[in-house]
Antibody, heavy 118, light 110 residues
Framework: QMQLQESGPGLVKPSETLSLTCTVS????????CAWIRQPTGKGLEWIGL???????AYNPTLRNRVTISLDTSKKKVFLDLRSATAADTAVYYC????????????WGTGTTVTVSS | QSVLTQPPSVSAAPGQKVTISCSGS????????VSWYQQLPGTAPKLLIY???KRPSGIPDRFSGSKSGTSATLYITGLQTGDEANYYC???????????FGGGTKLTVL
């Protein structure tokens, strides 16, 4: 059974890059993809983007010019970089597994809280 | 504003039935499968329904889903206090080439 664990700095300064890592354990993400979802406190879910096993990516149009999602060569770590962070990027960030060609997310990490503040 | 529209809140008594709607368009719900997620307080969301009406292993049959046109519905029967949570619908949007969610519905079991 796949498990996903997010990690990274809990505090990021405005204008800096918010960088998170998702560590994959258990099953491989072969034939799947990993997505990043975020949730500001007391608000709903926002889809940030995804990276497929092949390295192909897709991004939320509202974040596309600031975000990069990548996969390391071992396929066991997924990275999120969100540039020029602002207070509006303060949220819980989730790493989630999805299936290529399907429209659902079946394995969720526990989430990591990131605060953007000076 | 979320791409998919859900009512902010619903409520019902224990043992009763509740429905949660999710409205979209032809670029998302109209041509894609809908999934539903349950988020209990202080926890990560959990997949509740996928492909409009399928339940992952371990999800009770009190939870069911349907889709018609550009709308989807989550049904919860035999409500329990433990069902109090936020519920989100989600799918893929072909125009945006991105995943999309509803704004979430808070279920209160009175």
């Amino acid at each position: 059974q796949m498990q996903l664990q997010e990690s990274g700095p809990g505090l990021v300064k405005p204008s800096e890059t918010l960088s998170l890592t998702c560590t994959v354990s258990g099953d491989s993400i072969s034939d799947n993809y990993c997505a990043w979802i975020r949730q500001p406190t007391g608000k709903g879910l926002e889809w940030i983007g995804l990276v497929e096993y092949s390295g192909k990516t897709a991004y939320n149009p509202t974040l596309r010019n600031r975000v990069t999602i990548s996969l390391d060569t071992s396929k066991k770590k997924v990275f999120l970089d969100l540039r020029s962070a602002t207070a509006a990027d303060t949220a819980v960030y989730y790493c989630v597994r999805g299936y290529i060609g399907a429209d659902y997310l079946d394995v969720w990490g526990t989430g990591t809280t990131v605060t953007v503040s000076s | 504003q979320s791409v998919l529209t859900q009512p902010p809140s619903v409520s019902a008594a224990p043992g009763q039935k509740v429905t949660i709607s999710c409205s979209g368009s032809s670029s998302n719900i109209g041509n894609k499968y809908v999934s539903w997620y349950q988020q209990l307080p202080g926890t990560a969301p959990k997949l509740l329904i996928y492909d409009n009406n399928k339940r992952p292993s371990g999800i009770p049959d009190r939870f069911s889903g349907s889709k018609s046109g550009t709308s989807a519905t989550l049904y919860i029967t035999g409500l329990q206090t433990g069902d109090e949570a936020n519920y989100y619908c989600g799918t893929w949007d072909t125009s945006l080439s991105a995943g999309v969610f509803g704004g979430g519905t808070k279920l209160t079991v009175l």
